[in-house]
């Protein structure tokens, strides 16, 4: 059964640091392109960031550029998200999600077939 699975959610402080985990299993992580998505309550989900398959190009939404990194680890078939200098604006589920490797970098939510449950990230002090 093809999953993927979040963790590193949890509660951290206004300027803290979480590393947020993707785990993928049933296929091979290095034909996707994996994202990571948030959405907050009453908000709509937001792209936050991906990384492509091919070449390793990556994309990140204007509220997470400079504080965020997406990396990925194909021996181990893992992405993560590390993210820094956390903001209450950052509280959110996050999800990861696969799309075809065909469809490069994009933050488009219909592009991604595959998702997982989410970790709720909550910023507060």
């Known amino acids: 059964q093809v999953q993927l699975v979040e963790s590193g959610g949890g509660l951290v402080q206004p300027g803290g640091s979480l590393r947020l985990s993707c785990v993928v299993s049933?296929?091979?992580?290095?034909?996707?392109?994996i994202g990571w998505f948030r959405q907050a309550p009453g908000k709509e989900r937001e792209g936050v960031s991906c990384?492509?398959?091919?070449?390793?190009?990556?994309y990140y939404g204007d509220s997470v550029k400079g504080r965020f990194t997406i990396s990925r680890d194909n021996t181990k078939n893992a992405t993560y998200l590390q993210m820094n200098s956390l903001k209450p604006d950052d509280t959110a589920v996050y999800y990861c999600?696969?799309?075809?490797?065909?469809?490069?970098?994009?933050?488009?939510?219909?592009?991604?077939?595959?998702w997982g449950q989410g970790t709720q990230v909550t910023v507060s002090s």
């Open positions: 999600a696969a799309a075809d490797a065909s469809t490069g970098v994009t933050n488009l939510a219909g592009n991604y077939a595959i």
């Open positions: 049933a296929f091979t992580l290095e034909y996707y392109t």
């Open positions: 990384i492509s398959s091919a070449d390793g190009s990556t």
